[in-house]
């Protein structure tokens, strides 16, 4: 396997479920991100880990629990979420993270496409 | 503050005619900039970056980019539009702590 790969690649969950969304990168890299992609709105980035930890929460509601045991897997488990919660969640990667000093750029995977019923 | 205007959500060309995807930023640092491109159900993947070096960009799949300070603007082109472009493209900035900000992006279609 290469590059950043996510699974599922596709989750419907009811309200009251939980579940976990798994993205793994090959790259060797430092950092890695969550971003939420819905319908007509901007890339939304979530949860940044530099070396396995939390350096940015950019106000996610608490129903989405980010988990970084190494710098090659990072996990957003879920619970009770909301059907405004359905869209499309990316993971991504890069050499060093945000705030770090140089930008560098980010490796995304396919995605999760989450339907919340 | 830092933000990123793409001037256009939709553009449509001909196969074999030029592309231009219009990309406007602010930032109160030197930013960084990159294009990525999105295929239906798909990831993000990296046309190109500027990162304060050369102001004209080379990337993948014949696309380039010019970075223009005066007109804070890094706008997309490519000579000859090819089906497989059709696709949404995002431009992105970034600069200062923990600032990443995407463009809504521009859905590029190609007319055989």
């Known amino acids: 396997e290469t590059g950043v790969t996510q699974t599922p690649r596709h989750l419907v969950m009811g309200m009251t479920n939980k579940k976990s969304l798994k993205c793994e990168q090959h790259?060797?890299?430092?950092?890695m991100y969550w971003y939420k992609q819905s319908a007509k709105k901007p890339l939304e980035l979530m949860f940044v880990?530099?070396?396995?930890?939390?350096?940015e929460n950019n106000s996610v509601p608490s129903r989405f629990s980010p988990e970084c045991p190494n710098s090659s897997h990072l996990f957003l488990h879920l619970h009770t979420l909301q059907p405004e919660d359905s869209a499309l969640y990316l993971c991504?990667?890069?050499?060093?993270?945000?705030?770090?000093?140089?930008?560098?750029?980010?490796?995304f995977g396919p995605g999760t496409r989450l339907t919340v019923t | 503050a830092q933000s990123v205007t793409q001037l256009d959500s939709h553009v449509s060309v001909s196969e074999g005619t030029p592309v231009l995807l219009r990309c406007n930023y602010s930032s109160s640092y030197s930013p960084s900039l990159f294009w990525y491109v999105q295929h239906p159900n798909k990831g993000l993947q990296l046309l190109l970056k500027?990162?304060?070096?050369?102001?004209l960009v080379k990337g993948i799949n014949g696309f380039e980019a010019e970075f223009k300070k005066s007109e804070t603007s890094f706008h997309l082109t490519k000579p000859s539009a090819h089906m497989s472009d059709a696709a949404e493209y995002f431009c992105v900035v970034t600069g200062g702590y923990q600032k990443v900000t995407f463009g809504t992006g521009t859905k590029l279609q190609v007319i055989p």
């Open positions: 880990y530099n070396f396995k930890e939390q350096t």
């Open positions: 790259l060797g890299h430092n950092a």
């Open positions: 500027y990162t304060s070096a050369a102001t």
């Open positions: 991504a990667s890069s050499q060093a993270g945000l705030g770090q000093g140089r930008i560098y750029e980010q490796y």
